[in-house]
């Protein structure tokens, strides 16, 4: 079954602890993403990756670091995380070919707790 | 990508035709319609795409005013389990870089399917 996986899907974890947030997708993707969903600020984009040893940051990658050593893998990394950075966490991937910009398949969320 | 205004919420009766609408008035040429919906925290769920032309898929139909400034998504015979956050994204073809896969989600609109 084509998907995206997450792990874990629920962490509590203390300021300053370090963490990383697995994702792994099996449809050979070139693109990668991971968002981040907070009430009333929809989701935002944190990091891309535009495939292997490529990434770039998206709208909010303060506190965050990600790798792309393998296609399939994503992880996002938080060195010394925050109570602000409490939230619902999203991997994405797609498809890129050419000029066209395919649907993005997601995971089933991470969910964050820093205390 | 351009703006997109939906409204914040909709009812629909269980078995009718759920028709979500979308103005996205400063769209350019070469900008796609993009419907994703959101299950309760569960990870965004690509529905349809179009760029002019009316599409449907097994999940719902496009349709999109020959001006191309709105659009409506149609779910013609709604469920319970469709009961879920409608986002209308638009977004321009990937040209070179990779800023412009990036989804931009809005508010949304609130579809509760009624039994």
């Known amino acids: 079954e084509a998907q995206v996986t997450q792990n874990p899907r629920y962490l509590i974890t203390v300021t300053g602890k370090k963490l990383t947030v697995t994702c792994s997708q099996n449809?050979?993707?070139?693109?990668m993403s991971w968002y981040r969903q907070d009430p009333g600020l929809g989701l935002r984009q944190i990091y891309y990756?535009?495939?292997?040893?490529?990434?770039d940051k998206g709208d909010v990658p303060e506190g965050y670091k990600v790798s792309r050593k393998e296609k399939r893998n994503f992880p996002l990394i938080l060195e010394s995380p925050s109570p602000n950075q409490t939230s619902l966490y999203f991997c994405?991937?797609?498809?890129?070919?050419?000029?066209?910009?395919?649907?993005?398949?997601f995971g089933p969320g991470t969910r964050l707790t820093v205390t | 990508d351009a703006k997109t205004t939906q409204p914040p919420s909709m009812d629909c009766a269980e078995g009718r035709a759920a028709n979500l609408p979308c103005n996205h008035s400063t769209i350019s040429g070469n900008e796609y319609v993009y419907w994703y919906r959101q299950i309760h925290s569960q990870g965004p769920q690509y529905i349809i795409h179009g760029l002019k032309n009316n599409e449907t898929n097994e999940m719902a139909s496009l349709i999109i005013t020959e001006d191309r400034k709105s659009s409506t998504l149609i779910l013609p015979h709604a469920t319970l389990r469709d009961t879920a956050v409608y986002y209308c994204?638009?977004?321009?073809?990937?040209?070179?870089?990779?800023?412009?896969?990036?989804?931009?989600f809005g508010t949304g609109t609130l579809l509760a399917v009624q039994p």
């Open positions: 994405a991937s797609s498809l890129l070919a050419g000029s066209f910009a395919y649907e993005q398949y």
């Open positions: 994204i638009v977004r321009a073809l990937r040209q070179g870089g990779g800023a412009t896969n990036k989804l931009i």
């Open positions: 990756s535009m495939n292997v040893e490529v990434t």
């Open positions: 449809m050979n993707h070139e693109y």
